[in-house]
C-alpha cells in the first residue's frame, strides 16, 4: 500500500509515523511530505531513510491512503487534490469535520458509517475523541441528555511552538523567546484553547459540542464545555458530568466501561488510583476514573477522562481508521 503522510516533520506527524511502524500497518510504499522549506530532508521510517517530498509530487504519485496532519488551510486546498486522483484522505484537521458530506469517525464508536466511497474522512478533535470513546458506550445503555464539560489540556495540544514556550519558562530562559499563549504557561492555567468566538465560547468549546452530537448521532444531546490550557505534556483530561435520560447503578457504568473497547477503568480510591496525564502519556488507550454519582441532580454522573492527546486524540486514532478501511477492503 503506498501511503502518504502530510505534515510528516511536525509533532502529531512524528506521532503518526510511530503508530504505523508500531500497528505494523502495510506500508509498502511511504511518502513524507511537508513544507517546502523540509522538502528533500530526510526521515526515518521502519529503519530506513526516506526523502521528504512536496505536496505536487506526492499528488503525482497517487497514493492508496493519505494521512493529513499539516492544519485547515492544507487540507481544505489538498485533500480534494488527493480524492480527485483516487487517494483515500484521513484528514486531522477541522477544515471537514462539520462539513455534512463527510464522516468524522471515532473507530469504536461509529466506523460502521464508513464506506468505500469515502474518500475524505475527519479525524475529529482531540478532546473529543477521548471523551466520546467513554460516552458512547453510556450513551446506547440510557441515553444522555446533557454534559457539563471541563477540560484541562496538553501544551502538546498546541504544537512545537508551545512546548518551547514551555521549556523555555521552565528552564528560566524567558528574554526573547516566542510565546504560543498570550501569557506564561508554567505554573498556569488558561482559560482560552482556540479563538473566542461572537457567543463567548471558545471555537475548542464548541468542537466538543458539535462534534460530540455528530459522531454520537444526536444532535438533541446538550452540551456546555469550559476548555483550559494546562503546563502538562502527557495528555488531556476531562471533568465530565452526564446527565442521563434513564436512571442508572454506578456498578453498571462501571462494568459497561470495561467491556468498552479502548477504555481503561482506573478507579479504586481506597487506594488512590485514579487517572493522570503522566501515566496517560505514549498510551492508546483511554483512561476513566471518579466515577460517581451526582448527588444534586437525578440521573446524573460524574467522569474523569484522561488520555494521550497526540496518540488517541490524534495520531493513533487517525490510524486505527485506516486500519478499519483495510480490514474492510476498502483501502
Not at 139 to 159: F, K
Not at 206 to 213: F, G, P, R, S
Request: hydrophobic share 40%; proline share 5%; with cysteine.
Amino acid at each position: 500500500m503506498k501511503v502518504a503522510l502530510v505534515g510528516a516533520t511536525g509533532l502529531v506527524g512524528n506521532v503518526m509515523r510511530d503508530v504505523l511502524e508500531e500497528r505494523n500497518f502495510p506500508v509498502t510504499e511511504f511518502l513524507p511530505v511537508a513544507s517546502s522549506r523540509s522538502v528533500g530532508k530526510t526521515l526515518t521510517f521502519k529503519g530506513k531513510e526516506f526523502t521528504i517530498i512536496s505536496m505536487e509530487d506526492a499528488v503525482k504519485a497517487a497514493p492508496d491512503l493519505a494521512i493529513f496532519s499539516a492544519g485547515g488551510g492544507v487540507s481544505k486546498e489538498w485533500a480534494p487534490k488527493f480524492a480527485a486522483v483516487g487517494t483515500t484522505v484521513v484528514d486531522n484537521s477541522s477544515a471537514w469535520r462539520m462539513d455534512p458530506d463527510k464522516k468524522l469517525v471515532v473507530p469504536e464508536i461509529n466506523a460502521s458509517v464508513l464506506t468505500a466511497e469515502d474518500k475524505i474522512i475527519a479525524n475529529p478533535n482531540c478532546s473529543t475523541i477521548q471523551m466520546v470513546a467513554a460516552l458512547g458506550p453510556l450513551h446506547d445503555n440510557y441515553g444522555i441528555d446533557r454534559l457539563v464539560i471541563s477540560t484541562y489540556q496538553s501544551i502538546t495540544g498546541t504544537g512545537v511552538k508551545a512546548v518551547a514556550q514551555y521549556e523555555a519558562e521552565k528552564a528560566g530562559a524567558t528574554e526573547n523567546y516566542e510565546m504560543a499563549y498570550h501569557y506564561p504557561i508554567l505554573d498556569n492555567c488558561i482559560p482560552h484553547c482556540d479563538i473566542f468566538l461572537e457567543n463567548g465560547y471558545t471555537k475548542e468549546e464548541m468542537k466538543l459540542v458539535h462534534e460530540t452530537q455528530k459522531i454520537i448521532g444526536d444532535d438533541s444531546i446538550k452540551i456546555t464545555a469550559t476548555a483550559v490550557r494546562v503546563p502538562v505534556q502527557g495528555g488531556h483530561s476531562e471533568s465530565v458530568n452526564i446527565t442521563f435520560k434513564k436512571d442508572f447503578e454506578v456498578e453498571d457504568i462501571k462494568n459497561i466501561l470495561r467491556k468498552a473497547p479502548g477504555i481503561i477503568v482506573e478507579d479504586d480510591i481506597s487506594n488512590n488510583k485514579y487517572p493522570m496525564p503522566r501515566n496517560a502519556k505514549n498510551k492508546d488507550e483511554v483512561f476513566v476514573g471518579r466515577i460517581r454519582r451526582d448527588h444534586s441532580a437525578p440521573n446524573s454522573l460524574n467522569l474523569w477522562i484522561v488520555s494521550d492527546n497526540l496518540r488517541k486524540g490524534a495520531a493513533t486514532n487517525a490510524v486505527q481508521i485506516a486500519q478499519f478501511l483495510t480490514d474492510k477492503g476498502y483501502l
